[in-house]
């Protein structure tokens, strides 16, 4: 095995030396996998973030101090309670060779407003409105504390670009979860790179757009190769053995090997990501009753998770909201008790147990797969036997939205850094029509949780706001709404010369465009 292990590390190695050329302007990337999608309106997920940001712009984004700087706007202004007006760059121009005006911001924001995985993000907004070809003003329904921070997700698409019908004769505005479609495999944006060739799961080719409009940057990378390597001891060996030159994720166990390595720096920053496995209150009826539901909490030692498996680079978490957060209740710790959880088994009347189905990623989050089984061995000491099953990311996804198993693993970074955010996709009720509860695959509903949420998106106050956003914590440790475990940290590698630590952030979306390599 072991012998087969190096032979694999070493084709891997050799045929990532064989595609590319390194130069001080050549990137060769690893991340355990690559975007499911071209389309950054299919699917909310971070692999598709980070494509975000390196083919489109956003209208503003997030500083490492988590401050907000314009980029394809370069002001804003609150003109009422409920507008924001930004004023626009001009002279942008699209990969295509079309230039950006008001007109794309528009189209975008109809387009983001029918997306299944983002419409609950823009749920608070009315409309965008075009004010002159670098004027809009942004809508909301009411007064909404998270105008900007929402802002950070428009990326404006290439509207004649994208409309029209393809070669088959279809919308090429059609967004098609898990599909084939026209945006899913043609992009044209205004980012830093664009895409030149691409082999789905085995790597994307990007080169530096020659119009690109952010000349002041100091980024000097003048082409990226993307590839996915699942393995984490794999990526580690390719970026020490010259292969590639910036790896990501990087799993606790390789931290001592990589600050060790005269080759490569290692960088860290504490994260917000929550981890957590959902209960299919629909597919299971013994998880609709609350004593089940906290006895798997209690029966999942999610302290010695962090402990063991993530070698103390996490934090144990009760609540979705990180420090830090609005939301965030200091008074709600985990709360292992396997004594407990026994007896709240028996007193729901399943001392003997039952069987159950879950599903795990195997390379989306750091260790997925072996937080899965520590978690499947837990569940067996309660007599809940778990049938586990993991996949790639690619083969996840469309499961996890057609709801393929009774237990399915969850991670969460709030697309606005703020509480609200993790109960509109992972608490709410779900509702196909708004988006709410689009990634609550535990079809946990509460009624308190659902208004409250809607109320404090509406509260300007910010006291007022924590207030009822750590009720709503509260609310879901009382129903023991969902298995939390802990808030994933980030950490990225690179080879000495590749300066990583001025473009990563806890977003963990690289800004790529400002890399300086020496």
Sequence with gaps: MKNRFLLTTGLVIASLLAFTTASAKDLRMAYDADPVTLDIHEQLSGGVLQLS??????????????????????????????????????????????????????????????????????????????????????????????????????????????????????????????????????????????????????????????????????????????????????????????????????????????????????????????????????????????????????????????????????????????PGYLGHNPNLKPRYDLALAKKLMKDAGYENGFSVTMMAPNNRYVNDDKIAQAVAAMLSKINIKVDLQTMPKAQYWPSFDDRAADIMMIGWHSDTEDSANFYEFLAMTPDQATGMGAYNSGNYSSEYVDQQTVKANQETDTAKRAEMLQAIENKMFQDAAFIPLHWQNLAWAARKGVNLDPIVNALNFPYLGDLVID
């Design 53 to 322: 940001h390196m083919s489109f712009d956003p209208l503003i984004r997030w500083t490492k101090e988590l401050a907000f700087e314009p980029r394809l706007a370069t002001s804003f202004q609150r003109l009422n309670p409920t507008t924001v007006r930004f004023k626009l760059r001009k002279g942008v121009k699209f990969h295509s060779g079309n230039t950006m005006t008001a007109s794309d911001f528009k189209w975008t924001f109809n387009r983001l407003k029918q997306s299944p995985d983002f419409k609950g993000i823009f749920a608070n907004f009315q409309a965008l409105n075009i004010i002159d070809d670098y004027t809009i003003d942004l809508v909301t329904t009411g007064p909404y504390p998270l105008v900007l921070h929402t802002a950070t997700y428009i990326f404006p698409l290439d509207s004649q670009f994208y409309t029209g019908t393809d070669a088959n004769g279809n919308d090429k505005a059609a967004i098609v979860k898990n599909g084939a479609s026209f945006a899913s495999t043609n992009m044209s944006g205004t980012g830093p790179f664009k895409i030149v060739s691409r082999e789905q799961g085995v790597k994307i080719v990007f080169e530096r757009f020659a119009d690109y409009w952010d000349k002041g940057s100091k980024g000097n990378v003048d082409s990226i190769v993307f590839t996915p390597i699942k393995d984490e001891q794999t990526r580690v060996a390719a970026l020490l053995s010259g292969g590639v030159d910036f790896i990501a994720p990087v799993s606790p166990n390789d931290f001592d090997q990589i600050r060790a390595s005269d080759k490569a720096n290692l960088i860290t920053m504490p994260g917000t990501r929550i981890i957590t496995f959902q209960l299919n209150q629909e597919r299971r009826p013994e998880f609709k009753d609350q004593r089940v539901r906290m006895a798997i909490v209690h029966a999942v030692n999610n302290e010695a998770i962090v402990q063991k498996i993530m070698k103390g680079f996490a934090t144990t978490a009760a609540q979705m909201s990180p």
